[in-house]
């Protein structure tokens, strides 16, 4: 069975500090990863799609990477803003047809 | 370009009531797929569809039926309501069956079984 972990659940930063966002999963035989956002009571938005055979992503401030050795994606966002504020989840993609979720990162920019 | 469009948004149900929870999306999408979020338990996947015609069992499907006669549309029925099935519901679809390409989500529905 995947696991997918987000650690830690929350996060509370200040404005302007990089954001670092952890995922880990415990199959290494990963499709691909995706990062999404969730703003409350919305759908999710997605983020950055990393291929198995990528090493990471790159969208304006966010940078994704992917370290299939280890299990491990890191979501950055660089000089965070008040509007950043979110949930972030990660999903892992394997050859069955579903994406399997972390929990998600709840993040607060606070002004 | 409206993309992933769920409908109802809000939906308050009996315990043994049925409904169908709408979906459709206009990308031309092979792949649909049916997810339930819970808190502290993330999304689970109920249903999913490669293509018209073709549906398949996720990690909870117990309660649920599917169907895809058409690409645009993948509704969710639930047959007797249950408490157990007070959740938000997310339709997500995907150009590539394999889940190799961006996944898009609609805004969801919250629905409450009293």
């Known amino acids: 069975k995947q696991e997918v972990t987000q650690i830690p659940a929350a996060l509370s930063v200040p404005e302007g500090e990089n954001l670092v966002l952890n995922c880990s999963f415990t199959?290494?035989?990963?499709?691909?990863l995706q990062w999404f956002r969730q703003d409350p009571g919305k759908g999710l938005t997605s983020l950055l799609l990393i291929q198995s055979s990528q090493r990471e992503q790159t969208s304006g401030r966010l940078n994704a990477s992917l370290d299939k050795s280890s299990g491990r994606s890191t979501l950055y966002i660089a000089a965070s803003q008040p509007g950043d504020s979110a949930t972030y989840l990660c999903a892992g993609s394997y050859n069955d047809y579903k994406l399997s979720f972390g929990a998600g990162t709840t993040v607060t920019v606070r002004a | 370009n409206a993309g992933v469009t769920q409908t109802p948004k809000f939906q308050v149900l009996k315990t043994g009531q049925s409904m169908t929870l709408q979906c459709a999306q206009d990308?031309?999408?092979?792949?649909m797929s049916w997810y339930r979020q819970d808190p502290g338990m993330g999304l689970r996947l109920i249903h999913y569809s490669v293509g018209a015609g073709i549906t398949d069992q996720g990690e909870v499907p117990n309660g649920y039926n599917v169907s895809r006669s058409t690409t645009e549309d993948f509704p969710l029925r639930l047959l007797s309501a249950a408490p157990s099935q007070t959740s938000v519901y997310f339709c997500a679809s995907s150009y590539s069956r394999h889940m190799n390409t961006e996944a898009f989500f609609g805004q969801g529905t919250r629905l409450t079984v009293v």
């Open positions: 199959d290494s035989a990963i499709y691909n």
């Open positions: 990308m031309n999408h092979e792949y």
